[in-house]
């Protein structure tokens, strides 16, 4: 168990005043009393907001390229990263020497490497090395940055686009989530997915489920099959095998964009070397250009880098492993990076909901302005250099981060239903299908940071009213325009809000015929609602 200061003080003053009666005896006793009582336990299944949790500050060796050279008066550059193909540029680079072409040594450490310790590096201990400057760079997601504050983006990589996952078992939606144990690799990606679903369906991650943390995502997709979770979020290619006890797919982030990968680079290598960190931003889009431009090529240098039961990537089929990583996720190319770092608003807006999530879910997140947690000029001074365009497209060509949505690949033809939100009564003024303050507020919080999110969700926004008593008796056209009213008027909102309204399905429905023509206040409640519920369509 943690002491508080106040023990560690009064502990330390009984300490003195037994030195000073027993001598170095009392001493010992007293400090090895001290020590049993300090001793770290396992962290339990959740974070504790405020805690403090001890940090190794010594880093696994870098990986350099086979010809490094270390006496060749080169400095190096050193970036953390997982197994993961958009991360692959990193190796490219090094086997193409395009680090040494832009005047530096690149050294990669790559977590989890053929399962020797050395490399299993957590959460926090990433953190600490990037904060320290240990680190010039940490590939890692979005939510991660807001959570922690590791360092600052200064390019993304991609748009996660199906790689994160959520399984689950004799379930088929979301809207059966509540109550189930649900698995993790806790203070991963995953973690956050689980917990910005629940967000979506409102739902307590401390009370109306149960959370079961793992280390990885392996071990969390072990506890599923082992019946020990009911669902299972993870990523590529781990969580396929939770189809082993039975899980089925139930969503994925390309239903949901919410998971965005990016450059993050620490604070003392801006401050003390920002020329070295531009040419790595510059040997990062050259390498990504090669890699567009002859892809065969790059897969080829990926594969060489070796180490392939780790990156599944391999000599004889490098090409088609590298285009399975790359198939789930909507790389963001030069031109994709200049456009979002021209107008970070999008980005920032991203950082202020994951803290949201996060805050929501119990999780003790940083006080710091997130406007600050983005540097877009490594970027925009790459841009300036025509020699890092690009002449072609990445695999996955649907990266969509913007203040405006691309939707000429969508059609809500093939839509699927994703779930139903719980905000389904809004308030109106009176005698009007205008809604009201509160009504805005619902919606702002329910809807808008999803739907500004991803692209690949519509919204079925259907009406219903009350059927009254009247002389003369209201008809069946008079109810639905008022029910259609309302629903319209929900989607004007949320389009004022930047919503594109081409992703809106407007409908109407009658209440139960029953109630129509009724004069109970409480049934003419119950039919007053508008339903929302968010549908999906392949891009």
Same mark, same amino acid.
């Given at each position: ?10 502990? *330390? ?91 530096? /040594? ?174 790595? /931003? ?7 250009? *090669? ?216 409908? *109407? ?5 029953? /109630? ?24």
């Amino acid at each position: 168990m943690k002491m508080d200061r106040t023990r560690i003080i009064f502990i *330390a003053i009984i300490g003195v005043a037994l030195l000073a009666v027993c001598g170095i005896g009392g001493y010992n006793l007293i400090k090895n009393q001290f020590e049993a009582d300090v001793t770290p336990v396992a962290s339990g299944p959740t974070r504790v907001p405020g805690s403090t949790p001890v940090v190794n500050l010594d880093s696994p060796d870098p990986v350099f390229a086979p010809d490094y050279d270390a006496a060749d008066g080169l400095p190096t550059y050193i970036c953390g990263a997982d197994a993961f193909g958009s991360y692959f540029t990193l190796q490219q680079m090094q086997m193409a020497g395009t680090d040494v072409a832009n005047g530096f /040594h690149l050294g990669i450490v790559p977590f989890f490497l053929d399962e020797d310790p050395a490399y299993d590096v957590s959460e926090e201990q990433r953190t600490a090395l990037l904060n320290s400057g240990q680190w010039d760079c940490l590939l890692t997601t979005l939510d991660s940055v807001a959570l922690s504050s590791p360092g600052v983006v200064t390019a993304i990589v991609d748009e996660s686009a199906g790689a994160d996952q959520l399984w689950g078992r004799n379930m088929d939606s979301l809207d059966q989530l509540q109550g189930k144990r649900i698995a993790f690799s806790r203070g991963s990606v995953g973690e956050y997915f689980v917990y910005y679903t629940l967000n979506i369906k409102q739902l307590s991650p401390r009370s109306q489920v149960t959370l079961v943390p793992q280390d990885s995502v392996a071990d969390a997709v072990a506890a599923f099959n082992a019946g020990q979770a009911d669902v299972v979020s993870g990523w590529e290619p781990d969580i396929y095998d939770a189809e082993q006890s039975g899980g089925v797919p139930l969503l994925s982030s390309n239903q949901l964009r919410i998971v965005v990968d990016v450059i993050v680079t620490s604070r003392p290598s801006i401050n003390n070397k920002a020329d070295l960190v531009q040419s790595f /931003h510059n040997a990062w889009f050259a390498t990504l250009k *090669a890699q567009i431009e002859n892809f065969d090529t790059a897969a080829s240098q990926i594969a060489a880098w070796g180490h392939n039961d780790w990156s599944f990537v391999y000599p004889e089929t490098a090409t088609d492993d590298f285009k399975a990583w790359l198939e789930s996720v909507a790389q963001a190319d030069l031109g994709d990076n200049a456009f979002v770092m021209r107008d970070t608003r999008p980005i920032i807006n991203r950082l202020e909901i994951a803290r949201r999530v996060w805050a929501a879910s119990d999780v003790s997140v940083p006080a710091d302005d997130v406007t600050e947690l983005v540097n877009p000029g490594f970027v925009i001074r790459a841009a300036e250099q025509a020699s890092l365009q690009a002449n072609g497209n990445p695999v996955n060509d649907t990266f969509s981060i913007s203040a405006q949505l691309d939707l000429s690949g969508v059609s809500t033809s093939a839509a699927a239903t994703l779930a139903v939100l719980p905000c389904r009564t809004f308030t109106f003024l009176p005698e009007s299908t205008e809604l009201t303050l509160e009504s805005r507020r619902i919606l702002d919080n329910c809807v808008v940071p999803t739907l500004s999110q991803s692209v690949g969700l519509f919204l079925r926004v259907k009406g219903s009213s009350a059927w009254p008593a009247n002389d003369p008796p209201w008809t069946e056209a008079d109810i639905l325009e008022v029910a259609e009213g309302r629903a319209q008027s929900v989607v004007d909102y949320l389009v004022s809000q930047g919503i594109d309204p081409a992703r809106f399905i407007v409908e *109407a429905t009658l209440p139960p015929e029953d /109630h129509w023509n009724t004069d109970d206040p409480n049934i003419q409640a119950d039919d007053r609602f508008v339903e929302l519920t968010l549908v999906t369509a392949g891009r």
